[in-house]
């Protein structure tokens, strides 16, 4: 429901409301109720404005109303609880009601008031003389007999006003009676509701104690829950406690790990700086071993003229450990020649001979070769390589790497020099190609083995692999 | 500050006692000595005049005059005073209302009308007018513009309220019908003949189960209005329609304004008019007369006419009982319409505003 009204809507309200008024005097009369209120709160009284009455508007009313009357004429104004009560105490005492008149009218506040009662004068004379003795009662009996007749027929009216009011009496009693019996059903019809609300109160207190009873029930329950979570909280307490400790054992170990790993670290460079040493020792020894070496060349030649006949055009050669005159002979015959040299040493000297050199293991080459991808493997010098690759090794890597057919040239050229710097470096030595033959060589996979040895004793072969 | 608060009268639960105690006491709340002085004060609460003397001569105090009727002493006072004057002027009912009615009442509200001239010629540090109405009544007495405010009259309203209604009185006024209600003093001036008028067209036309309550003190010097009263209600036949409560109590008032379907003022003249603002903070709609300061009070939160026709009075109850929208839409304003302008938070603070601007 929309509350806000503008006022231009008001306006129109207005507007309709006057609508609404000019139509309302054609609208039939309602029938009027008369329960709204008690009546007689503002019932028409004697009208204390005016200053003049004729006694008979007083004395027509009767008791309170009567009392009420003469004060509002007489004093101009409403009698308080006590002056009506004496009022009316002195009525049923039998004291005329001029003679009530009359002292009201001439008290002290009556006579500064000043209203007129016509008639009032004589009638409170003679209600006055009535207090005489002797005189008083002579004078009643007088005038009872002069108003004897009028008495009667004031007995007679009475009898017929007393026959009316008995009718209504009597009829006021039915209404009574009926209203009686309406409220004796009320008060039935509301004991049976009292009943009702017993039982439902009865039925309220029934539920309430179901409830109370769940409550409880749920207490327990949550009592329980709460102590057992207690436990489950002083558990993970204790665990995270161990937790703590274990922590701290952890970080602890972890400490001393790091330490052991500095403490390898630096015995590995003092490893590797004296390994270092070694083989730039015994590179050089090698280098001194080759420069002393006048029958190189025609080694070279021999192993050279057995060789390139037996390989294709462009054929892939890979030459391990080999020296720089070696490869310039194989690329004069046009072949793709990969030389790889371990030693970094060997390697500077050999590129300074204008060769190509990959400074690598002859292993790690090898293992990244593709099956059956070069046409020829040579090893000139294989006590070189005989510490990191030893022969056995070295022909079964040969024999994946070489496709089927391919050559491998095996020699030991410096075998002496090569096996004196492996021994005083520590190491052993197992290149001794004297002590093969053609039938080892064919177990490893290898056929048509033939040696080539060297004019100056060097040994050497050459194999082929074996064609499936 | 000292504030001295004069009335001739400290009376209970009127309108202008009540606007003297609770201006007093919210001066109290911030800090200020606030008295009252008054020639009379039936339920106490005030100091005799001759206590006030000193105060009149302390340039430092302040001297509040409640003025609603003619009272010489107080025109005394007012000249003789030596601090700063402050008028609370609740407005005089002109005299020709009482015409007719009462001779004397149309004596001493000429005299109140005539002081207003002379009140205004004392040229008071401030006019404190209860309505712009009031003001305005000020204004042509010859009081300059920029020496007056407007102020409505400090009030009960939270008391009435916050406190509950009479619970028995709330049960016997349980009605079927419609029931109207009017506060205020019997009156020549609030109409109360246009009133019955009215709702015996209302309840001829429109709800024969009909009740009109009028609550309010009957004045013995106004007798022969309340005997024309008496009369109208008779010549209608509204004797069981109309109840008449007398000296009511707070709560017994609070217990009328539950039951009332409408709150009915077809008053002609008001300086303020108290009985609007507890109908609107009751939640009670308003008919009411477009007269003096109603619609000033009334702040567009009730049904206004400029005549008080008994059709459109009527008609104006009949849609107000039949339009729940409406009911709530002037209900909403009447209850914005108090806490904006009549809470005693904003009475206080423009109380104060005003007297701080003296100094």
């Known amino acids: ?139 009643d009996g007088l005038l009872a007999l002069a108003g004897a007749g009028a008495q009667q027929r004031h007995v007679r009216a009475m009898e017929t006003y007393f026959a009316a009011r008995d009718e209504d009496t009597r009829a006021t009693l039915d209404a009574l009676g009926a209203r009686a019996d309406h409220l004796e059903a009320n008060v039935a019809l509301l004991g049976q509701r009292i009943d009702d609300l017993h039982a439902f109160v009865h039925q309220l207190v029934l539920a309430r104690e179901a409830d109370a009873r769940t409550i409880a029930a749920i207490e327990v329950a949550l009592r329980t829950r709460v102590e057992s979570l207690e436990q489950a909280s002083e558990a993970q307490r204790n665990k995270l406690g161990e937790l703590e400790f274990v922590r701290d054992r952890f970080y602890a170990i972890n400490h001393w790990l790091h330490r052991l790993e500095e403490t390898f670290a630096e015995v590995e460079r003092v490893a590797d700086a004296q390994v270092g040493t070694t083989q730039a020792r015994a590179a050089r020894i090698a280098l001194q071993a080759a420069a002393g070496d006048a029958a190189g060349a025609s080694r070279h030649a021999g192993w050279e003229a057995r060789l390139a006949p037996v390989l294709p055009a462009h054929a892939r050669v890979v030459a391990l450990a080999c020296d720089p005159d070696w ?137 082929r692999r074996e064609t499936p | 500050m000292k504030v001295a608060i004069l009335v001739a009268v400290l009376g209970e639960r009127d309108a202008i006692g009540t606007d003297a105690r609770e201006m007093a006491a919210a001066l109290r709340r911030h800090g200020h000595e606030a008295r009252i002085f008054a020639a009379s004060a039936p339920a106490g609460g005030a100091e005799p005049l001759a206590a006030l003397e000193p105060l009149l001569d302390d340039p430092g105090a302040v001297l509040v005059y409640h003025f609603a009727f003619g009272w010489p002493p107080g025109v005394d006072i007012l000249r003789r005073a030596r601090c700063r004057r402050v008028v609370r002027y609740h407005n005089v009912t002109p005299p020709a209302f009482f015409t007719g009615w009462s001779s004397e009442y149309e004596r001493v509200c000429g005299a109140g009308r005539d002081e207003v001239a002379t009140i205004a010629g004392l040229d008071c540090e401030l006019y404190l007018g209860d309505s712009p109405f009031n003001v305005e009544d000020l204004l042509a007495a010859g009081v300059a513009r920029e020496r007056t405010a407007v102020v409505a009259p400090f009030n009960r309203l939270d008391h009435l309220v916050e406190r509950p209604a009479d619970l028995g009185l709330l049960d016997a006024l349980a009605h079927d019908g419609t029931t109207w209600l009017a506060v205020g003093r019997l009156a020549p001036n609030k109409a109360h003949l246009a009133l019955l008028d009215a709702f015996a067209l209302y309840l001829d036309r429109c709800d024969a189960h009909a009740r009109l309550l009028v609550v309010g003190g009957e004045d013995p010097r106004l007798e022969r209005y309340n005997a024309a009263i008496r009369e109208r209600v008779s010549a209608h036949g509204l004797g069981a329609h109309v109840r008449f409560l007398h000296g009511v109590r707070d709560d017994q008032l609070k217990a009328a304004y539950l039951r009332a ?15 609007l603002v507890e109908a609107m903070a009751l939640g009670v709609p308003v008919v009411a007369r477009a007269a003096a300061a109603q619609p000033w009070t009334l702040g567009g939160a009730g049904l206004l006419w400029d005549e008080p026709e008994p059709a459109l009075v009527a008609a104006s109850v009949e849609r107000l009982r039949g339009d729940a929208e409406l009911r ?17 938070r904003v009475l206080e603070h423009q109380l104060l505003a005003c007297l701080e601007g003296l100094s």
């Not at chain 1, 040493?345 to 690598?360: I, K, P, S, Y």
């Open chain 2, 328 to 344: 709530h839409a002037l209900r909403e304003r009447g209850l914005r319409r108090v806490a904006e302008a009549f809470a005693p």
């Open chain 1, 1 to 139: 429901m929309n509350h806000e009204y503008d006022d231009e809507q008001l306006e129109r309200v207005h507007g309709e409301i006057r609508a609404q008024a000019a139509a309302l005097a054609r609208r039939p009369l309602l029938p009027r109720s008369r329960a709204a209120v008690e009546a007689g709160e503002m019932a028409p009284r004697i009208d204390s404005s005016r200053l003049s009455y004729a006694v008979g508007e007083l004395t027509d009313a009767h008791h309170r109303a009567f009392v009420d009357g003469a004060f509002r004429a007489l004093l101009k104004r409403t009698p308080t609880a006590a002056e009506s009560a004496a009022a009316i105490a002195r009525l049923a005492r039998g004291a005329a009601k001029a003679e009530v008149l009359g002292d009201l009218r001439w008290s002290a506040e009556g006579r500064r008031v000043g209203a007129r009662v016509a008639g009032l004068a004589p009638r409170y004379a003679l209600a006055k003389l009535h207090r005489i003795p002797l005189l008083g009662p002579l004078v």
């Open chain 1, 327 to 463: 490869t310039r002979r194989l690329a004069a015959h046009g072949f793709e020649v990969s030389c790889v040299q371990p030693d970094p040493v060997l390697a500077r000297e050999a590129h300074g001979e204008g060769v190509v050199v990959e400074v690598v293991d002859a292993r790690a080459f090898l293992e990244r070769c593709a099956d059956a991808s070069v046409d020829a493997l040579t090893v000139p010098g294989t006590g070189a390589i005989a510490a990191q690759l030893p022969v056995l090794e070295l022909l079964g890597l040969a024999h994946r790497v070489l496709r089927p057919g391919g050559a491998l040239l095996l020699a030991d050229a410096h075998g002496g020099v090569a096996a004196t710097a492996a021994e005083l470096a520590g190491q052993a030595r197992d290149a001794r190609l004297e002590r093969w033959s053609a039938a080892l060589f064919a177990a490893a996979g290898f056929a048509d083995a033939a040696r080539i040895d060297a004019a100056d004793g060097t040994p050497a072969w050459l194999l």
């Open chain 2, 261 to 275: 379907d409408a709150f009915v003022s077809l008053s002609a003249h008001e300086g303020f008019c108290v009985p």
